[in-house]
């Protein structure tokens, strides 16, 4: 198994600082990014704990089998699902830590979308409104769910095309690294296949362009690192009202 990576991040064009943090961790085929948030520069640090401890966790799990895991295992999730959900859930409680511990941090928090290539699979986790996508045959599919509150209404079917368009809490998150001492991590897996791209992103480049949009870089420009660049150049052309993070990895069979 090889992996292919490319990855960027940009403040935008309405943003002063960089609240985003990605990680690519290629010898244990680990790719994340985190969208920090909260006042001054705090979001920016709860995003680098949770792509560090995140990190820091497969290095350990990875050198020392018998390593002693901060979290039970989940009998319903196998060995690599529940190793992706605890270095997350690592993660948390470390931000959540950080922010009981110092007033100047209350409130902070991250969203987290990570993926993992592993022998039997691709597994994804995720907290938040940063997404994942898999590109395949030339389609891009969306592999996870936003944690939103706009998701939410979406789901109950409670709101029209219109206001869909003009909901007034689009931004607004119900599931993050940091809210709360404890946090539910989604895991999917993915079957994947020769030349597959997974696509991490946060909500300044899934907000700004369409997955149309998306799909069609990806179609025209083979070249990770190019269309990484390409994707948040677009991005910050259609306002760039946040800032852009994009990581591509491509699986190889051998």
Same mark, same amino acid.
């Given at each position: 198994?090889?992996?292919?990576?490319?990855?960027?991040?940009h403040v935008g064009m309405k943003r002063n600082h960089n609240e985003d943090n990605y990680l690519v961790l290629t010898e244990e085929n680990l790719v994340c990014v985190a969208d920090g948030m909260g006042g001054h520069s705090s979001g920016e640090i709860a995003s680098r704990i949770a792509v560090d401890e995140l990190g820091e966790f497969f290095r350990l799990t990875s050198k020392d089998q018998d390593a002693t895991?901060?979290?039970?295992?989940?009998?319903?999730?196998?060995?690599? !699902?529940?190793?992706?959900?605890?270095?997350?859930?690592?993660?948390?409680?470390?931000? $959540?830590?950080?922010?009981?511990?110092?007033?100047?941090?209350?409130?902070?928090?991250?969203?987290?979308?990570?993926?993992? $290539?592993? !022998?039997?699979?691709?597994?994804?986790?995720?907290?938040?409104?940063?997404?994942?996508? $898999?590109?395949?045959?030339?389609?891009?599919?969306?592999?996870? !769910?936003?944690?939103?509150?706009?998701?939410?209404?979406?789901? /109950?079917?409670?709101?029209?095309?219109? !206001?869909?368009?003009?909901?007034?809490?689009?931004?607004?998150?119900?599931?993050?690294?940091?809210?709360?001492?404890?946090?539910?991590?989604?895991?999917?897996?993915?079957?994947?296949?020769?030349?597959?791209?997974?696509?991490?992103?946060?909500?300044?480049?899934?907000?700004?362009?369409?997955?149309?949009?998306?799909?069609?870089?990806?179609?025209?420009?083979?070249?990770?690192?190019?269309?990484?660049?390409?994707?948040?150049?677009?991005?910050?052309? /259609?306002?760039?009202?946040?800032?852009?993070?994009?990581?591509?990895?491509?699986?190889?069979?051998?």
């Amino acid at each position: 198994m090889r992996i292919e990576v490319a990855g960027s991040t940009h403040v935008g064009m309405k943003r002063n600082h960089n609240e985003d943090n990605y990680l690519v961790l290629t010898e244990e085929n680990l790719v994340c990014v985190a969208d920090g948030m909260g006042g001054h520069s705090s979001g920016e640090i709860a995003s680098r704990i949770a792509v560090d401890e995140l990190g820091e966790f497969f290095r350990l799990t990875s050198k020392d089998q018998d390593a002693t895991w901060p979290f039970k295992m989940d009998k319903q999730r196998n060995y690599d !699902e529940n190793r992706l959900a605890t270095g997350i859930k690592l993660a948390n409680a470390r931000i $959540f830590e950080r922010a009981t511990a110092d007033t100047k941090y209350k409130g902070m928090g991250t969203t987290i979308v990570s993926v993992h $290539f592993a !022998e039997n699979g691709v597994y994804v986790g995720h907290v938040g409104d940063s997404r994942v996508y $898999f590109f395949r045959g030339g389609i891009l599919q969306q592999v996870t !769910e936003d944690h939103s509150l706009l998701n939410d209404y979406l789901k /109950a079917k409670k709101l029209t095309p219109e !206001e869909i368009e003009n909901f007034p809490h689009k931004n607004v998150i119900v599931r993050a690294l940091g809210m709360k001492e404890q946090v539910q991590v989604d895991v999917t897996r993915v079957d994947p296949l020769e030349n597959d791209v997974f696509l991490l992103c946060s909500d300044g480049l899934s907000g700004m362009i369409t997955d149309a949009q998306m799909q069609d870089i990806l179609s025209r420009t083979p070249e990770l690192e190019k269309a990484c660049g390409q994707l948040i150049d677009l991005a910050n052309a /259609a306002g760039g009202n946040d800032n852009v993070t994009c990581v591509l990895a491509r699986y190889h069979a051998a």
